[in-house]
Every structure is written in C-alpha cells, then in structure tokens.
C-alpha cells in the first residue's frame, strides 16, 4: 500500500479517535428559577437574561405569572454558578402602521408602534441594569420584586 494513504488513514483513525464521544466539555450548571414582580404585581411576559463575566449567558421565557427558568445549553439546565448582571426585557409593542409593498411604504411611511413597558426600561440594557445575581451549586431560586 502507498506509504501516503497509509499515512493519510492513520491521521483519519486519530482525528476520529479526537473528535468522537460528547463533544466539547461543558461547565456544570445549575437549575434556576423564580418570580419577577414589578411594584408587587407579576411581570406577565418578557425575556430574562444573566450576564457573566465569562462564559455563556442564561436566558428565560417570562410566563404570565412572572416565573422563569434559565437556559444556558439545554432547555432548563439553568446557569453556571457564578456571578451575573441580569436584564429584564418586558414590553408590550401595538399598533403603527405597516406598509404592505415598497410603493405603499413609499406614499405613506412607517407608523410609530406603541410600546408599553411592563417592566422599567432601565432594567432592559446591560449597561444600565443594577440587577445583578450569584448562582450556587444546587437549586436556585431567584426573585426579582423591581420597584
């Protein structure tokens, strides 16, 4: 047999050897949920985020009861412990116009939307939230009752 196929195949077998099994290793998580209340009434719908330092965030569904669970890899698998910076995004956009071909938008222009915060637009931006949050090992539970 060519000395390069043979070569050529035991660089395959060691690559396929290196790149089989689980994939990448992942940082262990840990579940987290709670409640976000906005002046003591449940923020209904929106999106909840943790920021680390380092590493991937954590995001989560805000449901009509305010609760959320984070994701980070896999639905639900919560965050990596650690500390995070967290935003709230929780508004309701209505109305404005929408044109329905480029002629139309042409004759009559955008519309602006309504947007109802449900939650303070403060707490919406990385860089202007004062939320912040420590994950642990184990189950968390982490409210966020926002003034």
């Given at each position: 047999?060519?000395?390069?196929?043979?070569?050529?195949?035991?660089?395959?077998?060691?690559?396929?050897?290196?790149?089989?099994?689980?994939?990448?290793?992942?940082?262990?998580?840990?579940?987290?949920?709670?409640?976000?209340?906005?002046?003591?009434?449940?923020?209904?719908?929106?999106?909840?985020?943790?920021?680390?330092?380092?590493?991937?965030?954590?995001?989560?569904?805000?449901?009509?009861?305010?609760?959320?669970?984070?994701?980070?890899?896999?639905?639900?698998?919560?965050?990596?412990?650690?500390l995070y910076v967290?935003?709230i995004e929780?508004?309701?956009?209505?109305?404005?116009?929408?044109?329905?071909?480029?002629?139309?938008?042409?004759?009559?222009?955008?519309?602006?939307?309504?947007?109802?915060?449900?939650?303070?637009?403060?707490?919406?931006?990385?860089?202007?939230?004062?939320?912040?949050?420590?994950?642990?090992?184990?189950?968390?539970?982490?409210?966020?009752?926002?003034?």
């Amino acid at each position: 047999m060519d000395r390069r196929v043979v070569l050529a195949s035991a660089a395959f077998a060691a690559a396929l050897a290196m790149f089989s099994g689980c994939g990448p290793d992942r940082p262990t998580t840990a579940p987290v949920g709670g409640k976000i209340t906005y002046q003591g009434k449940p923020v209904a719908e929106g999106t909840i985020i943790f920021y680390p330092k380092h590493g991937r965030l954590a995001i989560g569904k805000i449901g009509p009861d305010g609760a959320y669970r984070l994701t980070t890899f896999t639905s639900n698998d919560g965050a990596a412990p650690g500390l995070y910076v967290v935003t709230i995004e929780a508004k309701q956009v209505s109305g404005g116009y929408q044109p329905k071909s480029l002629e139309d938008e042409l004759k009559k222009g955008f519309g602006a939307p309504t947007i109802i915060w449900l939650a303070p637009q403060i707490y919406a931006e990385r860089e202007t939230s004062t939320l912040t949050a420590e994950v642990k090992p184990g189950e968390n539970t982490i409210d966020f009752d926002l003034p």
